[in-house]
Structure formats: C-alpha cells, structure tokens
C-alpha cells in the first residue's frame, strides 16, 4: 500500500532559492522515509535523469545562510555537526523526476 504524504508536510519545508521553491536532499529524505544518502546516491547513479534545473548543490555561502536563518543542526550517532558535502536542493522538476527512481512506499502528493 502506498502512503501520500500531506500537503501541508511538503509546504512546511520547501524554501526559496535562487529564485525558485526548492526542497533540500535532507528534507526530502525525511518526506520518504530513508536517509539522505539514499537520495544523493540516486542522484549521482542516475546523472542524465537530473538535467540542469531539476537539483543543484548549495554554494557555501547559502548553506551558511540557511543554516543560520532556517535549519538546526543535530548531533546525531556521534557525527559531526557539518556535512562533508554541501547539501542539495531539488525544485519541483526534481522531486518528480527522484520519485520515479526512489523504490519507497511513499508519495508526495501532487500538484493540483
């Protein structure tokens, strides 16, 4: 059975930049239920489904904008509080092209 996430549980983290709505990798992981390395890992296995305008990396200077106005790190499992790899972030294009990858039971909902 496939379970659709709310609405208003994709709204709470999509944020602007760069002139567009966007979700990070993280955000996106939490959405679907696994780690964000899953969702790197599906990005990077699958490079010619993630043209130009469908995810980017986060410059240094965003992340550190972001993380000051926005996010809360968590010292999880004993790692660090800084990522090795700057963050991605996946516009609408994105998401969708992602859920045709992601083997999970979860849906995002769609856009209506």
């Given at each position: 059975?496939?379970?659709?996430?709310?609405?208003?549980?994709?709204?709470?983290?999509?944020?602007?930049?760069?002139?567009?709505?966007?979700?990070?990798?993280?955000?996106?992981?939490?959405l679907?239920?696994?780690?964000?390395?899953?969702?790197?890992?599906?990005?990077?296995?699958?490079?010619?489904?993630?043209?130009?305008?469908?995810?980017?990396?986060?410059?240094?200077?965003?992340?550190?904008?972001?993380?000051?106005?926005?996010?809360?790190?968590?010292?999880?499992?004993?790692?660090?509080?800084?990522?090795?790899?700057?963050?991605?972030?996946?516009?609408?294009?994105?998401?969708?092209?992602?859920?045709?990858?992601?083997k999970?039971?979860?849906?995002?909902?769609?856009?209506?």
């Amino acid at each position: 059975m496939t379970n659709i996430i709310s609405t208003n549980k994709v709204q709470d983290v999509i944020i602007p930049l760069r002139g567009v709505d966007v979700i990070l990798a993280s955000e996106v992981a939490k959405l679907y239920g696994v780690e964000t390395k899953v969702i790197n890992q599906a990005v990077k296995n699958n490079p010619n489904k993630f043209p130009e305008g469908f995810v980017f990396e986060l410059t240094k200077e965003e992340w550190n904008f972001l993380r000051s106005k926005f996010l809360t790190l968590e010292n999880k499992n004993g790692k660090g509080n800084h990522p090795k790899y700057l963050p991605k972030a996946f516009t609408e294009r994105g998401l969708y092209m992602l859920a045709t990858i992601l083997k999970s039971s979860i849906c995002l909902p769609s856009k209506k």
